[in-house]
């Protein structure tokens, strides 16, 4: 039978779907989470800072939505099974997951030691592989799904100081393409969005270093990070009915970044 819901809400409504939202008591993680329970999703906000976990939630019932808090450290493999196991638990089905959490150690090449390497693979990119995988049999089971990830700029945009961040964040592109093709059949469908600089905990000590501001404010051709709000309408979009053809892809947010300069822009410095 055709679906007679106005158009907007056929395509864009999350209503009846869950989501878990790892690092959703982080800047990104924390405006996804708010944006997806406007659309009527019950989301999973997990984080590791139970005090964090409580603000999202807070904001996610003020809006009169189900927010289900879920506390793990990506760290370990078994950690991630857990809480894939624990969300669907809690949330009685899993259609959508958001692997957003992340970390860095910003360090030249030479000093990264094997534990800087191990502590950033294991939370960037490890995680997102065995968190998807624990997954795909829920979202399989229910008919379909919908897996994002969140990879960043430095896939295509190489920054001194930041070799592994940039190395995981590369593989989560390649994974995605990969996860798209063996799960296109179980209609499961895979994207990847890739922020460029995005005003949060995380990019804060860029922001609050003058010197690299004003160099970043003069590559940025809109001249100024995004917000965390910038990147829920295409979060939902890839979520949503909307996107039912749309898989295998990687799309960047960064106000221009990648398209290119301007000779006339220098950092003020
Ligand atoms: N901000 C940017 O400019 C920018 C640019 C490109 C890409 N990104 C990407 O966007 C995503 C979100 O970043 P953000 O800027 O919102 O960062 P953020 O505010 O620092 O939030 C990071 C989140 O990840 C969680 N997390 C980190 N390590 C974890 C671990 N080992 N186990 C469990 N949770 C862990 C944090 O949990 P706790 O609260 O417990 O610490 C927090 O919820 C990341 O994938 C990042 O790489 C950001």
Redesign the pocket.
């Known amino acids: 039978m055709a679906n007679s819901a106005p158009l907007l809400q056929r395509l864009f409504s999350l209503e009846g779907k869950s989501v878990l939202i790892?690092?959703?008591?982080?800047?990104?993680?924390g405006a996804l989470a708010k944006g997806f329970a406007e659309a009527g999703a019950t989301v999973g906000v997990h984080?590791?800072?139970h005090e964090?976990i409580a603000a999202t939630c807070r904001e996610i019932e003020a809006v009169g939505a189900k927010a289900v808090p879920l506390t793990?450290?990506?760290?370990s493999v078994s950690a991630c099974r857990d809480l894939i196991g624990d969300a669907h638990a809690q949330m009685g089905r899993l259609d959508i997951l958001i692997n957003?959490?992340?970390?860095n150690r910003r360090k030249p090449i030479t000093a990264v030691t094997e534990e800087d390497y191990e502590f950033v693979y294991a939370?960037n990119q490890r995680a997102i592989y065995f968190l998807s995988q624990a997954a795909y049999p829920f979202m399989k089971a229910g008919g379909g799904g919908k897996i994002i990830h969140?990879a960043?700029?430095n896939v295509f945009y190489a920054l001194d100081t930041v070799s592994v961040y940039g190395m995981t964040k590369g593989a989560i592109a390649q994974l995605t393409k990969v996860q798209a093709v063996e799960w296109a059949p179980d209609n499961i469908q895979v994207n990847c969005i890739t922020?460029?600089?995005?005003r949060?905990?995380?990019?804060k000590p860029i922001w609050d270093d003058p010197r690299k501001a004003s160099w970043l404010r003069a590559r940025i051709p809109q001249r100024r990070p995004a917000e965390?709000e910038e990147l829920v309408g295409l979060a939902l979009l890839l979520a949503s009915q909307a996107s039912s053809y749309i898989t295998g892809q990687n799309i960047v947010i960064d106000g221009g970044v990648l398209a290119g300069g301007s000779w006339d822009r220098d950092g003020d410095w």
């Open positions: 790892t690092g959703a008591s982080g800047g990104i993680g984080g590791r800072d964090r793990a450290d990506l760290g957003n959490a992340a970390t939370t969140v960043s700029i922020p460029g600089f995005i949060t905990p995380l990019s965390p």
